[in-house]
């Protein structure tokens, strides 16, 4: 398996890039989200990647981000669920962009991406609710997804968006609650983004 490319980008288009790794070319599908932020011709790239093997072809799929590439799997072990339509979800959405509508059930926003119907993006749910809940996005994945989240969380108390945000990061109730207590023994003033930041500091120690 190959989980890692590192080496210079020969060529990029909107379908993926050739990365030169000691004389040796590959090419990667790679996701518009991911695209956005590969370096430009000539400069290296580092990817995270993912090897498709078929008996008719060998294809090699790409990721700047390692949660990126963790959601990506996640995603085409769902049955009817291939690469390419999780290229396609990682092209419209980052990967915290997809943990959290899978996590808050957003069927309509999964149904907007191209080729996914409503069925698809129920099973999706279904399926995946807890395992994206687990899934380690890093410090800045956290935070896209919290904030994901947030937006679509109901008009109520700052502290109570707070909570769930956290719940849905996948952190358990004692915890939440001792981070929540303490964010709000700092007192009033801070916005839902340093309140998280906050909370993200006492939660990992």
């Known amino acids: 398996m190959i989980s890692r490319l590192r080496g210079k980008v020969l060529h990029k288009d909107f379908e993926g890039a050739v990365i030169d790794v000691h004389g040796l070319g590959f090419r990667v ?14 400069e290296e790239a580092d990817l995270h990647t993912w090897l498709s093997v078929r008996e008719d072809a060998l294809e090699l799929f790409g990721f700047t981000e390692e949660a990126d590439r963790k959601v990506f799997v996640k995603l085409i072990s769902v ?18 962009e997809v943990v959290a509508a899978i996590l808050r059930n957003d069927i309509r926003g999964l149904c907007a991406i191209k080729g996914v119907g409503k069925k698809t993006a129920e099973r999706l749910v279904l399926e995946l609710k807890d395992a994206m809940g ?23 108390g700052p502290l109570e968006d707070l909570r769930s945000a956290l719940s849905n ?11 929540v207590a303490e964010v709000q023994a700092m007192g009033e003033g801070l916005s839902f983004n340093e309140m998280l930041r906050a909370a993200l500091k006492v939660v990992r120690g």
């Open 169 to 179: 990061l996948g952190y358990p109730p004692a915890t939440t609650d001792r981070a």
């Open 79 to 96: 049955s009817g669920v291939g690469p390419k339509m999780g290229l396609s979800f990682l092209s419209g959405m980052t990967g915290a």
């Open 29 to 42: 599908a790679i996701p518009m989200t991911s695209l956005e932020r590969l370096p430009g011709v000539g």
């Open 134 to 156: 687990k899934i380690d996005l890093g410090a800045s994945g956290s935070m896209a997804m919290a904030g994901s989240l947030q937006a679509a969380l109901s008009q109520r």
